[in-house]
C-alpha cells in the first residue's frame, strides 16, 4: 500500500501542468474588477509543449500569454507590464516590458520578454478598472520554491518515519523475539 502510495505520488502523468485543474483552483486565474485573465508561460526552446504560470524552470526568452475568459474584455483596453522585482514598490522595480493598453479581439494578449533569475511582477491592466485591483502574478524564474519542496517531502517523510517507527516497535517487542526464538529452535 505505501509504495503504490509513493508511486502515485511521482506519477509524472499526475504531476503535469494546471490545466486539468477547475476555474477556482487555479493558481493563474485572476480577476479585474468581475473579470478572469488566466496567464500562461512558455519556454519552446527548452520544452515544448510545457506550460507554467509562476515557477518559470528556467532563463531566457518566454512567452507570456494572457487570456481574457470574459468576452467583455476583448473590446476593452487590457495591457501588461512585467517588471524585475517582487511589485511591493514599483519605483525600485526596473520594468522588462510594457504592453500598452490595446483591444484584443482574439481574447489573447501576447508578450515575450527575456528573463533572468530572480522574482518578477506581472501587472495586467485594463483602463476601465481601479488602479489599486490590478491583477498581479509573482513569476520566480529558476528558483526553488522551498515552501512547495517542503509540502511534497512531508507525506513521504512521514510515511518512511512510521514505517521505521513500527519496525522498531516490532523489533523491540517481546512477542517477536519469542517468535524468533521458537522458529531457531
Not at 509504495?3 to 493558481?27: F, Q, R, V
Amino acid at each position: 500500500m505505501v509504495l503504490i502510495l509513493l508511486g502515485a505520488m511521482y506519477n509524472p502523468e499526475i504531476a503535469a501542468a494546471h490545466g486539468a485543474t477547475s476555474g477556482e483552483d487555479d493558481p493563474c486565474l485572476r480577476r479585474i474588477g468581475e473579470r478572469l485573465v488566466h496567464l500562461s508561460a512558455y519556454q519552446p526552446q527548452y520544452e515544448l509543449k510545457g506550460q507554467y504560470c509562476t515557477d518559470i524552470p528556467k532563463e531566457g526568452d518566454t512567452f507570456l500569454v494572457v487570456d481574457l475568459v470574459d468576452l467583455a474584455l476583448r473590446n476593452e483596453l487590457v495591457g501588461m507590464r512585467v517588471m524585475k522585482g517582487n511589485g511591493s514598490n514599483e519605483a525600485d522595480n526596473q520594468i522588462v516590458a510594457d504592453i500598452r493598453p490595446s483591444t484584443h479581439p482574439d481574447g489573447v494578449l501576447r508578450g515575450e520578454v527575456r528573463l533572468a533569475e530572480g522574482l518578477y511582477t506581472v501587472t495586467i491592466v485594463a483602463e476601465k478598472q481601479n488602479l489599486m485591483k490590478r491583477p498581479q502574478y509573482l513569476l520566480r524564474v529558476n528558483m526553488i520554491d522551498y515552501q512547495k519542496l517542503m509540502r511534497t517531502m512531508t507525506v513521504p517523510a512521514i510515511i518512511v518515519l512510521v514505517v521505521a517507527l513500527i519496525g522498531y516497535i516490532l523489533i523491540r517487542s517481546k512477542w517477536l523475539r519469542n517468535w524468533w526464538a521458537l522458529r531457531r529452535s
